[in-house]
């Protein structure tokens, strides 16, 4: 089966953007340098993490690079793939999203036997999902 390896975050302002990320998720950055013309990594979390039934859930790392043209434009439809990052506390993390600059896509909605489920807007302008799952039930 193909698997997500690898994901991409477009940006007008990569500083901006960069600390959006770095306080509302803990993701570390490492910039590749002019010859990259200015192409940040993204670890997003250990390799050996697991998730809340205690089984590996390693995540994917990714990317960041300046926007090569316009940003989404307000109410546009989404119109490439949103990532879903699993957080502990989905309540805190949209707290965290919005004193950072970011605005809520939708409303915090429940995904019967899944979890909590919200979708925001980066500084980018960028959506983005965050899920809280249910505590596994054995």
């Known amino acids: 089966m193909n698997r ?3 994901f991409e975050i477009h940006a007008e302002d990569l500083d901006r953007a960069q600390k959006f990320y770095s306080e509302v998720f803990g993701w570390e950055f490492t910039d590749m340098g002019e010859s990259m013309s ?14 809340p039934d205690g089984k590996p859930w390693p995540g994917i790392n ?9 940003a989404p434009t307000e109410g546009q439809a989404v119109n490439a793939f949103v990532c879903t ?18 605005t809520m896509a939708t409303l915090k909605m429940e995904v ?14 960028n959506i983005f999902g965050i899920m809280q799952a249910f505590p596994v039930t054995q």
């Open 112 to 125: 019967p036997g899944v979890g909590w489920l919200a979708y925001m807007k980066d500084t980018e302008g």
């Open 4 to 6: 997500t390896v690898h």
């Open 62 to 70: 990714g990317g960041m690079l300046k926007r090569k043209g316009p």
């Open 85 to 102: 990052m699993d957080v502990e506390n989905i309540d805190e993390t949209i707290k965290k999203g919005v004193s950072m600059g970011g």
């Open 38 to 51: 200015g192409y940040r990594l993204i670890v997003t979390g250990k390799a050996d993490s697991t998730g």
